[in-house]
């Protein structure tokens, strides 16, 4: 059996609300790490992406209006700010044997201490269960591809009995 499971599918297929389903599910293990939610102005268009931690903190990710050198699309990351977060965060010293992550992405990707972080996890005993990009090279595809992560594709035909499937795949192992 996988140690970690990674989420996977096209963006708006549902992933996010997977993720968030499985922690309110999962409580009870006290879940450690982090869900994005998008950020919408008064009209609906989406400008940038927050962070908030499972312990209720809250960070801006990206944002259309983030300047510098690191930037996805129209967004900038906020690199520095979300490495202060993780190190706050500390998840690889977490007492808690599941850690989440939403998501391995390209804007994650820009934080070496993200990548370590990730590395070490997937070295660790801790049950990593992560959303990670659909395509991407680097860390996302090396992270597709150890024997020890079990892949999940979320699609519109199986998202609605995944949260059942994979909070009882995690109960058994927890």
């Not at 992933?15 to 879940?31: A, D, G, N």
């Not at 939403?102 to 201490?113: A, L, T, W």
């Not at 996890?121 to 992270?143: F, N, Y």
């Not at 079990?150 to 995944?162: A, F, I, K, S």
């Amino acid at each position: 059996m996988a140690s970690h499971i990674l989420i996977t599918g096209l963006p708006g297929v549902g992933k996010t609300t997977l993720i968030r389903k499985l922690v309110e599910r999962l409580t009870e293990y006290r879940p450690a790490g982090f869900y994005t939610e998008e950020i919408r102005n008064e009209r609906g268009t989406r400008e940038g992406f927050r962070l908030v931690t499972l312990c209720g903190r809250q960070l801006v990710l990206s944002h259309v209006r983030h300047p510098g050198p690191h930037r996805v699309s129209r967004y900038g990351v906020d690199v520095a700010g979300f490495e202060r977060l993780l190190e706050e965060l500390d998840l690889r010293h977490s007492p808690s044997s599941l850690i989440i992550i939403d998501e391995i992405g390209k804007m994650e990707c820009f934080s070496k201490r993200f990548i370590d972080l990730v590395t070490l996890l997937l070295d660790g005993p801790k049950i990593l269960l992560a959303t990670i990009a659909l395509k991407g090279e680097g860390l996302i595809r090396q992270v597709k591809r150890k024997p020890d992560c079990r892949v999940v594709t979320v699609t519109r035909e199986n998202r609605d009995r995944l949260p059942d499937e994979l909070t009882s795949e995690l109960q058994e192992r927890l």
